[in-house]
């Protein structure tokens, strides 16, 4: 009588579902999505779950207006402790009125004329001055070294471009003004206030 061939055992770790595993151990369960709110929902991976990194922090936006006033501040501060201070701040109230009154080319030449003066105060405050100019990024004036270079360019400009460059360059020199107001104090400034209040309590 033939006997039966043994029937091969099979091992478990085969052909299973979660190979590997004991058959023991329990299958991992597939972890449910976590709400959220107002966020992506995590996706989900096998048996883990992969939340998505939450977005960066969206870049400070600002209006051309703020970014002069950063500039103009950062300018006028950087003078407050030299002598010739309140010379710059003279000659910067000049330099807006005559661009209103005799156009941005004009005016940057009395600058220039200043800068070449022998009175050591007037020639850096003027130096300084154009250097904030050049610095202004103003529309077909970038670039330029030195104030003979950006006075030259002034002049070259074509009509569209010399009257895009004198307004952008007079509302710089408006809040070059209101910085110098503010950051660079005049004994004048005091006495006249000091007048005021005396005619206060004269009344």
């Known amino acids: 009588m033939s006997r039966k061939p043994k029937r091969q055992r099979r091992d ?8 590997g595993q004991s058959p023991r151990e329990e299958a991992p ?11 992506s929902a995590p996706a989900v991976t096998g048996a883990r779950t992969v939340v998505a990194a939450a977005a960066g922090p969206a870049p400070t936006v600002r209006t051309r207006d703020q970014e002069r006033a950063r500039f103009a501040y950062e300018r006028v501060g950087a003078v407050v402790k030299e002598n010739w201070a309140r010379e710059y701040r003279t000659q910067l109230y000049s330099l807006g009125a005559n661009i209103l009154r005799s156009g ?26 154009l250097e904030h100019l050049i610095g202004a990024g103003l529309p077909g004036l970038s670039g330029h070294k030195n104030g003979d270079a950006f006075g030259d360019a002034v002049r070259g400009l074509d009509l569209d471009g010399y009257m895009l460059a004198s307004r952008e360059a007079l509302a710089v020199v408006t809040w070059l003004e209101r910085a110098a107001q503010v950051l660079i104090k005049d004994p004048a400034d ?11 309590g004269d009344a």
């Open 12 to 19: 478990p770790s085969q052909g299973h579902l979660y190979a």
């Open 29 to 39: 369960r597939p972890v449910a999505p976590m709400p959220t709110h107002g966020g």
């Open 104 to 129: 941005l080319s004009v005016a940057v030449g009395f600058v220039q004329r200043s800068a070449r003066t022998k009175n050591q105060n007037q020639s850096e405050a003027a130096e300084c001055l």
């Open 190 to 200: 005091a006495m006249e206030r000091d007048d005021s209040q005396a005619g206060d």
